[in-house]
Nanobody, 125 residues
Framework: QVQVMESGGGLVQAGSSLTLSCTTSGFDFDDAAMGWFRQAPGTEREGVSC????????YYADSVKGRFTISRDNAKNTLYLQMNNLKPEDTAIYYC??????????????????WGQGTQITVSS
């Protein structure tokens, strides 16, 4: 049974930092492209950051470049998203996605096999 579970969300002030974690099981994490997506009220889900199987390829949305860092620990089957200098526009539900198709430095396919339930991040001004 596949499990994908996010943690680390919360309510923070602008300029703060948070780290999201995504713990997984039930599939070959080492061989899986992974990603973080987010959805704010009234908007479509957007790709935030993705990482390839070997972590050689990473993708960041323009809105988070220089502030967010994606990483993975294959020994722990866990994906991370370090978020610095958070802004009110980062407020959204953040989802972890597993087993993606294509991750390039300038593109992340939105097609993933497994999704977590999401964790809320609210950034106050």
């Amino acid at each position: 049974q596949v499990q994908v579970m996010e943690s680390g969300g919360g309510l923070v002030q602008a300029g703060s930092s948070l780290t999201l974690s995504c713990t997984t099981s039930g599939f070959d994490f080492d061989d899986a492209a992974m990603g973080w997506f987010r959805q704010a009220p009234g908007t479509e889900r957007e790709g935030v950051s993705c990482i390839g199987r070997s972590a050689g390829n990473t993708y960041y949305a323009d809105s988070v470049k220089g502030r967010f860092t994606i990483s993975r620990d294959n020994a722990k089957n866990t994906l991370y998203l370090q978020m610095n200098n958070l802004k009110p526009e980062d407020t959204a539900i953040y989802y972890c996605a597993a087993e993606g198709e294509v991750v390039l430095h300038d593109y992340c396919s939105p097609s993933f096999n497994y999704w977590g339930q999401g964790t809320q991040i609210t950034v106050s001004s």
